[in-house]
């Protein structure tokens, strides 16, 4: 109890692509996932995206040698901490027989914890490591005991497992807890032992239950609130949700952005090209809602655009006049471009009220960082994007791949 209480007192709320061949013989374990809107949390979803890009950002400053590092620097960052508003989940069992949990999908993060809603159950297969874990996401943070126990995704069963239980976590109201599936080097420095846990792919991979190191993710785009409209395919990527090749590009060396699944990309703006983010790093997210470019560039897409700022939601807004006329941003990364068409570019229109916006406005959904390009995380990627491109982690080489899907230049916005 006396490490608890320490610890709660602690806690504060363009590279050429070169792409390794993927050899997968067996076919993916896949899981679906579903989108969806937690009406208890906070409208203002870039609030809560800049909260976590800044938190994402602090965490890269903080040494992982020790937990009360990594505290320090969230509690001087001074981040509010905000429900999470809009996610995808995936249900995901722990224990034997397994207790089942609603789990944020994030790339973003790599400890795997439960019980923000729904408590940890220890049963025959929980093993107590005798360490205490805390994560801070911007968005929310949890504390609590690290266990090792069988998660069960799908068909996939995962033994002596990484598990956080949390005591105590705000910001997740309405989910249990978070997958993370990101870079297992983000998890030093959680838990008061410092050592770095595998994650839910390195687990299945090292123990031969996935035949490779890898999670493919497909989204699509929606005009619903609360809907199952996305896969994660473990150890292989799923053929049949992609149309075109999947391009891979290396993980960026420039940190920040290298420490997460991160990439090197430029954006240009329309058929005269106009350059809105000169080639530099930011990452991908699943945990971020928008396309979120650093402030300088957010200032170039707004002139091209014509865009204003809109109060009540905090994003930029066009008129109908403006839409008809708006055209494509296009991301270059390595040797590919992908086209973000203007539906894409919109915050659907019927969900317009659940972010606090006016039914008949048009939203745009890339929104403002928060800070100036040239510190080396300059961008984020977050599901808004993704939901038009499929989109492979690929842990094992280091890499990062897109390819694109029938929802790729969809209307449905």
Same mark, same amino acid.
């Given at each position: 109890?006396?490490?608890?209480?320490? &610890?709660?007192? &602690?806690?504060?709320?363009?590279?050429?692509?070169?792409?390794?061949?993927? =050899?997968?013989?067996?076919?993916?374990?896949?899981?679906?996932?579903?989108? #969806?809107?937690?009406?208890?949390?906070? #409208?203002?979803?870039?609030?809560?995206?800049?909260? #976590?890009?800044?938190?994402?950002?602090? #965490? !890269?400053?903080? %040494?992982?040698?020790?937990?009360?590092?990594?505290?320090?620097?969230?509690?001087?960052?001074?981040?509010?901490?905000?429900?999470?508003?809009?996610?995808?989940?995936?249900?995901?069992?722990?224990?034997?027989?397994?207790?089942?949990?609603?789990?944020?999908?994030?790339?973003?993060?790599?400890?795997?914890?439960?019980?923000?809603?729904?408590?940890?159950?220890?049963?025959?297969?929980?093993?107590?490591?005798? +360490?205490?874990?805390?994560? !801070?996401?911007?968005?929310?943070?949890?504390?609590?005991?690290?266990?090792?126990?069988? =998660?069960?995704?799908?068909? &996939?069963?995962?033994?002596?497992?990484?598990?956080?239980?949390?005591?105590?976590?705000?910001?997740?109201?309405?989910?249990?807890?978070?997958?993370?599936?990101?870079?297992?080097?983000?998890?030093?420095?959680?838990? !008061?032992?410092? +050592?770095?846990?595998?994650?839910?792919?390195?687990?299945?991979?090292?123990?031969?239950?996935?035949?490779?190191?890898?999670?493919?993710?497909?989204?699509?785009?929606?005009?619903?609130?609360?809907?199952?409209?996305?896969?994660?395919?473990?150890?292989?990527?799923?053929?049949?949700?992609?149309?075109?090749?999947?391009?891979?590009?290396?993980?960026?060396?420039? %940190?920040?952005? !290298?420490?997460?699944?991160?990439?090197?990309?430029?954006?240009?703006?329309?058929?005269?090209?106009?350059?809105?983010?000169?080639?530099?790093?930011?990452?991908?997210?699943?945990?971020?809602?928008?396309?979120?470019?650093?402030?300088?560039?957010?200032?170039?897409?707004?002139?091209?655009?014509?865009?204003?700022?809109?109060?009540?939601?905090?994003?930029?807004?066009?008129?109908?006049?403006?839409?008809?006329?708006?055209?494509? &941003?296009?991301?270059?990364?390595?040797?590919?471009?992908?086209?973000?068409?203007?539906?894409?570019?919109?915050?659907?229109?019927?969900?317009? %009220?659940?972010?606090?916006?006016?039914?008949?406005?048009?939203?745009?959904?890339?929104?403002?960082?928060?800070?100036?390009?040239?510190?080396?995380?300059?961008?984020?990627?977050?599901?808004?994007?993704?939901?038009?491109?499929?989109?492979?982690?690929?842990?094992?080489?280091?890499?990062?791949?897109?390819?694109?899907?029938?929802?790729?230049?969809?209307?449905?916005?």
């Amino acid at each position: 109890m006396a490490r608890l209480s320490a &610890l709660i007192a &602690l806690t504060a709320a363009a590279v050429a692509v070169s792409a390794k061949p993927i =050899v997968v013989r067996d076919s993916p374990v896949t899981v679906p996932i579903a989108r #969806r809107f937690n009406s208890t949390g906070v #409208r203002n979803v870039l609030k809560a995206d800049q909260a #976590r890009a800044q938190a994402l950002k602090a #965490r !890269s400053q903080a %040494s992982k040698k020790h937990l009360g590092a990594i505290n320090k620097v969230f509690t001087d960052v001074d981040v509010p901490v905000t429900n999470v508003a809009e996610i995808y989940t995936a249900s995901v069992g722990v224990g034997t027989p397994p207790t089942t949990y609603n789990l944020i999908i994030d790339t973003g993060s790599s400890n795997t914890w439960v019980g923000a809603s729904t408590a940890y159950v220890q049963t025959s297969s929980s093993v107590d490591t005798g +360490d205490e874990v805390e994560v !801070s996401y911007g968005s929310g943070f949890f504390f609590g005991e690290e266990y090792t126990d069988t =998660v069960t995704i799908g068909d &996939l069963v995962i033994k002596n497992q990484g598990v956080g239980a949390a005591l105590f976590s705000e910001g997740f109201d309405g989910v249990d807890g978070i997958l993370g599936i990101g870079p297992a080097d983000l998890t030093q420095g959680t838990t !008061s032992s410092g +050592d770095t846990i595998p994650t839910v792919l390195d687990t299945a991979f090292a123990a031969g239950t996935i035949d490779a190191n890898l999670i493919g993710i497909s989204f699509e785009p929606t005009t619903e609130a609360s809907v199952t409209n996305g896969e994660l395919s473990f150890g292989a990527v799923d053929d049949s949700k992609h149309t075109g090749d999947i391009a891979f590009v290396p993980i960026t060396s420039t %940190s920040p952005a !290298s420490e997460y699944v991160g990439i090197d990309q430029s954006i240009t703006y329309g058929s005269a090209g106009t350059t809105i983010l000169s080639s530099t790093a930011g990452i991908t997210d699943t945990g971020t809602t928008l396309v979120l470019l650093a402030s300088d560039a957010l200032a170039k897409y707004q002139s091209a655009t014509g865009a204003v700022a809109d109060n009540s939601t905090g994003l930029l807004k066009i008129t109908q006049a403006q839409f008809d006329k708006l055209e494509s &941003l296009f991301f270059h990364i390595g040797d590919n471009t992908y086209e973000f068409t203007p539906n894409a570019q919109i915050w659907p229109r019927s969900l317009n %009220s659940a972010i606090g916006g006016d039914a008949n406005s048009i939203y745009l959904v890339t929104a403002d960082l928060g800070s100036n390009s040239g510190q080396g995380l300059d961008f984020i990627d977050g599901y808004t994007f993704l939901e038009r491109f499929y989109y492979v982690y690929d842990v094992a080489n280091a890499q990062v791949g897109f390819a694109t899907t029938q929802f790729t230049n969809a209307t449905t916005n």
